[in-house]
Every structure is written in structure tokens, then in C-alpha cells.
């Protein structure tokens, strides 16, 4: 079930948007490149497409502060709300170690991003390693797979405003 994001500017709680209501806590001591692997692993090895990777590490670093040590992820508007580089840069190197698969879409020109066999198993370490941020990070991919591209991007502009500003959706 989503939770709701309290809009302090209306007063109410609004936006379809899991967020996580569990402190940071300690430091997990998780680097940008744990932290996507858990990602993808906590789909089971499903895979992800652009925007629905994009989003779920957007989200679990944006309502996570603190899960990542070390220099995080610097999320930016784009064409389709916030975007970073790094983050595919991340997946091929998780991909030269073995640990995700990158592999062309069925269904369009794009890719689709998964943990491998092996990705698998050390993204579940990561994510027992995570105490009890796993199951947001669970919900958060089950969430973003959850939705087609329209719905995600509106939820995300809805509950992210500012990440709109260079935006080319009109849906």
C-alpha cells in the first residue's frame, strides 16, 4: 500500500509515493554500487527498465539519506524527472564483475537492467545487511515495476515537483 507525503504548502497529505517513515538509523556502510545491486536484487532478478531504476534508487537515496557512504548520487530534472548518470555506470560495472545482466528491451529501444545469478545472492547479503530498510527497499522496486512509464512519472512529479523543471513528458 502507498504511503502519503504531507504537502506542507496545502496542508494536506497527497502523492502516491511510498516513503519510508523508519529513521536512517546507523550507518549500513553501503557504497553507490552496493546500493544499486541491492536494488536490482531485491526484484528477485526481474528486471528494470530505465525509468523504473532511475526512480527506485531516486527514491530509496532521496527518503534513505544515510544508507550510502561515501559519495552518493546527484540526481537531477530531466526529460523524464530526476536522472543520474552514475547510476548506469554503476550497473556496468556490476556487470564486468558478474554481478547484472544489461540487455536489450523486447519492446523497445532501450535497456533492461537485472542482477545476475550471482548479483542475486550478494544483493540479499547487502540487503540483510540493511536490517530494516530492506522491505522499503523491496517495496520501492515492487513500486516502480508496479507502474507503467506514465503513471511512475507522474507520481514522482507529483510527489517531487522540483524534478519536473527540464522535463519533456506531457503526460
Not at 536484487?41 to 527506485?56: D, E, L, N
Not at 547484472?100 to 545487511?129: K, Q
Request: hydrophobic share 35%.
Amino acid at each position: 500500500m502507498s504511503r502519503f507525503r504531507f504537502d506542507p504548502r496545502g496542508g494536506q497529505w497527497r502523492y502516491r509515493v511510498p516513503f519510508s517513515f523508519v529513521s536512517p538509523g546507523r550507518q549500513t556502510g553501503l557504497n553507490r554500487h552496493d546500493l544499486v545491486l541491492a536494488i536490482l536484487a531485491a526484484s528477485g532478478g526481474r528486471p528494470y527498465t530505465p525509468v523504473q531504476i532511475q526512480k527506485a534508487v531516486f527514491v530509496v537515496c532521496d527518503q534513505l539519506p544515510g544508507l550510502v557512504s561515501g559519495p552518493g548520487f546527484n540526481f537531477k530534472p530531466y526529460d523524464y524527472g530526476p536522472f543520474d548518470s552514475d547510476v548506469y555506470s554503476e550497473i556496468s560495472q556490476l556487470q564486468q564483475a558478474g554481478e547484472a545482466t544489461i540487455t536489450p528491451s523486447p519492446f523497445g529501444n532501450w535497456n533492461m537492467y537485472a542482477a545476475s545469478d550471482t548479483g542475486l545472492i550478494r544483493g540479499r547479503e547487502l540487503l540483510d545487511r540493511v536490517g530494516k530498510h530492506r522491505e522499503y527497499i523491496e517495496k520501492i522496486s515492487a513500486w516502480v515495476r508496479s507502474l507503467s512509464f506514465n503513471r511512475l512519472v507522474k507520481s514522482i512529479y507529483e510527489a517531487y515537483p522540483e524534478m519536473r523543471a527540464n522535463s519533456i513528458f506531457r503526460g
